[in-house]
């Protein structure tokens, strides 16, 4: 048994001569795989010849045997001497720490449990603010927010695998499975938990193709406790990334790992998403949120106002909520515009000043457009099925459509070059600038492109009306 001296020194030289390993294996991998298997791994201590470690989970043995593990037997015999071994620990939430097997690389290593302090190696991108405790409860939300509570307090262990959520725009979804992550989190702060919008996703996937590490890439989801994606409904198309995905997805599920996924429509109604992946999303729970109802609207203008520091009358609550009715993201912004209004013309906030504001706030329908529902009008304007803007069709009218949808994706949202690009088969920014350049040249001259223009974004408007 070591003394407190010994072991203090025994600890010490387990770190000094993990960091010699990590600065030779540092050399010999590229960054995103030495961060993604080898940053996460922390010394522990000596067994004899054998360098204890800890690792997060046991897929993370099984990956690093798999592919490094020749460059981890030399790295450590380099550092130990040819009689020095690799011993591979994982940590749980458990108080408990079973004996260890007599065990070297390259055989499967014991599973030990033991408790130990959290691993924060990435980013989990969860918004904190994002709770269930200032999540407003509402007729609309209540079997939404009763099942992301389950989950968020059982990840993984509920029939609610995955959680699909989905509803229009601005109606919380983001929140909830924010506060999902949360939940987790707060229970379980060793938990490897991640939030990512698809968009995101299928960015990082490219970038991954372009580096040649999407086996890492594919990997690092692979390893996580939750995985939670916003806005799945944006893989429609992307063939290669719902294949990843696929693969992910079947790799955490038969883990028991949690998969929570939000979208603005049911799975049913994703066209272009492959059947495979729409008869997994259907496994666990598919449940929807309405639009608030007035009580809802009022009791989250309430909440709002006083996280802002401000005492609204009844009355002009109720004004708000009984004239902005389709989603809270409106609701919230309109209160935001109206102590901007008030702040800025240094006034109170009368009731000229809230119907003013309404006024404003309600006829702003630009917040409602998305680049799926462009892409929706000017195929229906065109007779186009919607996969066509996202293949390799050259055909005249495929591409005078496709260039208007990515001119109006432009125009009426906040999507970079690049998110554009993506959403019409993961074309090139330049691809994007071509279009936008080529429509406004022709809507200067041609008299039937302005007119056909005009249609097209008087049919987007009136989808958001």
Request: charged letters at 25%.
């Amino acid at each position: 048994m070591l003394n407190t001296a010994e072991s203090l020194r025994v600890e010490k030289e387990a770190k000094d001569v993990w960091k010699e390993c990590l600065s030779l294996i540092k050399e010999n991998v590229p960054n995103i795989t030495y961060n993604t298997w080898f940053l996460p791994i922390k010394p522990s201590d000596f067994l004899g010849n054998t360098l204890k470690v800890f690792v997060p989970n046991n897929f993370f043995i099984e990956w690093i045997e798999q592919h490094y593990n020749t460059l981890i037997k030399n790295t450590v015999a380099q550092v130990l001497g040819h009689e020095g071994k690799l011993l591979y620990v994982i940590l749980e939430e458990k108080e408990h720490e079973a004996e260890p097997e007599k065990n070297t690389l390259p055989d499967r290593k014991p599973v030990i449990t033991e408790a130990a302090e959290p691993q924060k190696e990435f980013e989990s991108c969860l918004i904190t603010k994002y709770t269930f405790d200032n999540f407003i409860k509402g007729e609309g939300n209540q079997l939404a927010r009763a099942a992301a509570y389950a989950v968020g307090d059982s990840p993984g262990s509920t029939s609610f695998n995955p959680l699909f959520i989905y509803g229009g725009v601005g109606l919380g979804k983001t929140h909830l499975i924010h506060a999902i992550g949360n939940k987790i989190l707060e229970r379980a702060p060793e938990k490897r938990v991640i939030y990512i919008s698809s968009d995101a996703f299928t960015v990082e996937f490219v970038e991954a193709i372009q580096s040649n590490t999407v086996n890492d890439f594919s990997s690092f989801y692979k390893s996580m406790d939750a995985l939670i994606i916003d806005d799945i409904q944006f893989l429609v198309g992307k063939e290669k990334t719902q294949d990843l995905f696929f693969h992910i997805f079947n790799t955490l599920h038969q883990s028991g790992k949690q998969i929570i996924l939000s979208s603005d429509r049911p799975p049913k109604d994703l066209k272009g998403l492959s059947d495979r992946l729409v008869s997994r999303f259907l496994w666990g729970l598919q449940t929807d949120i309405q639009p608030p109802d007035l009580e809802t609207r009022t009791a989250i203008l309430k909440n709002k106002s006083e996280s802002y520091g401000i005492n609204l009358s009844r009355e002009i609550v109720e004004y708000i909520a009984h004239n902005i009715t389709s989603n809270i993201r409106e609701l919230e912004g309109c209160l935001v515009k109206l102590l901007a209004n008030a702040s800025l013309t240094s006034r109170d906030i009368d009731f000229e000043l809230v119907k003013k504001t309404v006024r404003e706030v309600s006829t702003n329908k630009q917040v409602n457009i998305s680049i799926e529902l462009i892409t929706k009008v000017v195929c229906e304007y065109f007779e186009l099925e919607e996969n066509k803007l996202r293949e390799k069709n050259r055909r005249k009218e495929v591409v005078l459509a496709r260039q208007i949808a990515m001119y109006l994706a432009k125009q009426l949202t906040k999507s970079s070059l690049k998110t554009i690009g993506l959403h019409f088969g993961g074309r090139d920014h330049s691809t994007v600038i071509h279009a936008q350049t080529s429509v406004e040249e022709a809507a200067k001259t041609d008299f039937k492109m302005k007119e056909m223009l005009d249609s097209i974004k008087s049919k987007i408007e009136l989808s958001v009306a």
